[in-house]
């Protein structure tokens, strides 16, 4: 066997095992994206912020916002607001709550805001997580 022939199968024969590779990487993102969706409902709000574990849902007359809880600096839950503001109990960042920029740092980034749908007639909110 020549040089070219030993490199050619070596080549064909280590598509098969990068092949599996691949598909299992795709299998392993699948199975972990679906199980990391899930909902949850929330009923009978009340007008402005509305704090919970994971969520925070901020209800005006005509538009609501709902947000992760997680503070963008360093991942601590929301849970505490003032006259609108958002306050993050670990490092002192604020966020505005109708929009959630940041007005005080540490943190940079917005909160992330979360999708969610409004069933108008019975007033709740479904939020994907
Ligand atoms: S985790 Fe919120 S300010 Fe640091």
Redesign the pocket.
């Known amino acids: 066997m020549n040089r070219q022939a030993f490199l050619r199968i070596l080549g064909v024969s280590s598509l098969l095992p990068l092949s599996w590779l691949w598909s299992r990487m795709i299998l392993t993102q699948d199975k972990y994206l679906t199980a990391s969706v899930s909902q949850k409902k929330f009923r009978n709000l009340a007008d402005g912020i509305n704090l919970f574990d994971e969520v925070i849902i901020v209800r005006n007359p005509g538009k609501t916002m709902v947000f992760s809880s997680r503070?963008?600096?360093?991942?601590?839950r929301?849970t505490r607001s003032e006259n609108n503001i958002l306050l993050?109990?670990?490092?002192?960042?604020r966020y505005d709550a109708t929009t959630g920029k940041v007005l005080k740092?540490?943190?940079f980034e917005s909160l992330h805001p979360l999708p969610f749908s409004l069933d108008q007639i019975t007033g709740t909110i479904t939020v994907k997580i």
């Not at 503070?71 to 601590?76: I, L, M, S, V």
């Not at 993050?88 to 960042?93: I, K, L, Q």
């Open positions: 503070c963008t600096h360093a991942g601590c929301i993050c109990p670990c490092h002192g960042s740092g540490p943190a």
